[in-house]
């Protein structure tokens, strides 16, 4: 499935880091960025995690809370944001079914080898739920700032 902008995002309840659950209702009211990446402890999933970390005081006076997703367990991602001092949630979607719902599971390719894996994805929903905007096929470098931007002009 794939969304545009003002489509409804699709609601999820997942494990985190922490032993927390979360849901995008625990968001009502807020913004959120939910940012799909594909590993943990990788270098541009790790980059991309400490950008977001470093504006999250940033995102939080534009009531906006930054949220990543990937497959790793809640216990890999308590390793990560340790390693990293990281100040965000992960969720775990180890069964892919919220990363399959928000499209983001594709088929990739490198050195001509095919498999499916998480895309590089960012949305931004507001505190009703909608979708607001949408990066696709990311590239690391300085979309941290650009997602804050795109919530301040909200």
């Known amino acids: 499935m794939t969304f545009e902008i003002g489509d409804k995002a699709p609601d999820f309840s997942l494990a985190a880091n922490g032993g927390k659950q979360i849901s995008l209702s625990d968001y009502a009211g807020k913004n959120i960025v939910l940012y799909f990446y594909p590993k943990d402890a990788t270098p541009g999933?790790?980059?991309?995690?400490?950008?977001?970390?470093?504006?999250?005081?940033?995102?939080?006076?534009?009531?906006?809370?930054?949220?990543?997703?990937?497959?790793?367990?809640?216990?890999?991602?308590?390793?990560?944001?340790?390693?990293?001092?990281?100040?965000?949630?992960?969720?775990?979607?180890?069964?892919?079914?919220?990363?399959?719902?928000?499209?983001?599971?594709?088929?990739?390719?490198?050195?001509?080898?095919?498999?499916?894996?998480?895309?590089?994805?960012?949305?931004?929903?507001?505190?009703?739920?909608?979708?607001?905007?949408?990066?696709h096929k990311v590239r690391v470098k300085g979309h941290a700032a650009s997602v804050l931007e795109a919530v301040k002009a909200l």
Not at 66 to 74: E, F, M
Not at 97 to 124: C, D, H, P, S
């Open 45 to 135: 999933c790790t980059t991309e995690a400490k950008d977001f970390s470093a504006l999250v005081e940033d995102f939080k006076a534009a009531n906006t809370v930054v949220v990543g997703v990937s497959k790793d367990s809640p216990a890999k991602h308590d390793k990560f944001i340790d390693k990293n001092d990281l100040k965000l949630d992960l969720l775990s979607d180890e069964d892919g079914q919220m990363i399959e719902a928000y499209g983001v599971w594709i088929e990739k390719n490198m050195y001509g080898r095919k498999y499916m894996g998480i895309e590089r994805a960012t949305f931004l929903i507001d505190g009703a739920g909608i979708i607001q905007n949408i990066w």
